[in-house]
């Protein structure tokens, strides 16, 4: 049965002004997110992950505009829609959570207080029915005294329970596409591991599709279907989970998933060198050891499918599979 497409980009591109000039921070970047599926895209912090998620959610700032390319979410093309229609989806068809949550929330309102006026824009419950929906979710989430978090301001809560809060938060109202950016990153052991468990939890009980932006394959590993590698805001290669895992063919995702063994292959040099490459180039000219003449001579190779479910731009891939 095809699968149920939700959220579809096409050929984003997103860029900054900046005193320097124009920063193209994503190119020609597209993805397809079905039905309950969590799409992680990974790359080095400033890969232009979180831009792609605020693209989306068409929360660039003064400073980033869309240039071109088509965000549809349903078929409905949101790009085009009134900031006033879209701010009734932001938060109920789609919600970010993001790294920094601590500083994301509102440090002078009750945790309860923000939780249920998230409810209440959105619909229709009582006052007591969105305080048992927030106690029952900081329950599910495993937060420790669930009712008396409720009362406290996020400045009086520890990194790891804001980030719980802001997960709370952006899915409470199950979201048709979840952007989880870092959910994980700068927690403990422990927090990290709650916060996977109620992740893996929440998607397998709602039919909420999530995009899974991380610099971790670990977390990769544990919670998506499949993976989207980018650098400086190019998409790489996708490919579902364990197959990138077990036959990275770009050589930055070998390098970037397969690390022991990249240390025989080898396949970007990992000293300091000056990155200034033609922006229409590939962005790993300069680093890349594969590199062949069409890499210094042409621009950024095209997406090639190579078995109807992998996907990679590069010319001179690497094409054994590692046991
Ligand atoms: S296109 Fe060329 S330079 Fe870029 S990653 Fe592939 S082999 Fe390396």
Do not use: W
């Not at 990974?42 to 959610?57: W, Y």
């Not at 829609?81 to 993001?98: A, C, V, W």
């Not at 403990?188 to 591991?193: G, K």
């Amino acid at each position: 049965m095809a699968k149920e497409e939700i959220l579809l980009v096409k050929d984003l591109h997103t860029y900054f002004e900046s005193p320097r000039g124009t920063v193209r921070a994503i190119q020609n970047f597209s993805l397809s997110l079905s039905k309950k599926q969590v799409l992680g895209i990974i790359g080095e912090s400033g890969a232009g992950k979180t831009t792609i998620g605020l693209s989306i959610m068409r929360l660039l700032g003064m400073d980033g505009h869309i240039e071109t390319g088509t965000v549809h979410l349903e078929k409905q093309d949101i790009l085009s829609l009134p900031e006033t229609e879209m701010r009734s989806i932001r938060g109920k068809d789609i919600s970010m959570t993001f790294e920094n949550s601590s500083s994301i929330l509102n440090p002078s309102d009750s945790v309860g207080d923000q939780i249920r006026e998230t409810i209440r824009i959105h619909t229709n419950l009582t006052y007591k029915e969105s305080n048992e929906l927030t106690l029952q979710s900081l329950n599910e989430i495993g937060m420790q005294n669930a009712r008396k978090v409720m009362d406290m301001q996020p400045r009086e809560l520890s990194a790891g329970a804001c980030q719980k809060v802001m997960l709370v938060m952006s899915t409470i109202l199950q979201p048709k596409v979840l952007i989880a950016d870092e959910i994980t990153r700068s927690l403990d052991i422990i927090t990290q591991a709650q916060i996977s468990d109620h992740f893996r939890r929440r998607i397998s009980k709602t039919d909420i599709s999530t995009l899974l932006l991380t610099n971790d394959p670990g977390i990769l590993a544990q919670l998506a279907d499949t993976v989207i590698v980018i650098y400086k805001g190019r998409k790489l290669e996708q490919a579902p989970i364990q197959e990138i895992f077990k036959r990275p063919m770009h050589p930055y995702s070998f390098q970037l998933l397969r690390p022991m063994e990249n240390r025989k292959l080898k396949t970007m040099r990992s000293e300091s060198i000056d990155e200034s490459v033609d922006p229409d180039m590939c962005p790993l000219v300069a680093k890349c050891q594969r590199a062949i003449s069409k890499c210094r001579t042409s621009e950024m190779p095209q997406d090639t499918d190579i078995n109807g479910h992998h996907q990679v731009a590069c010319y001179n891939p690497i094409s054994v599979a590692i046991d």
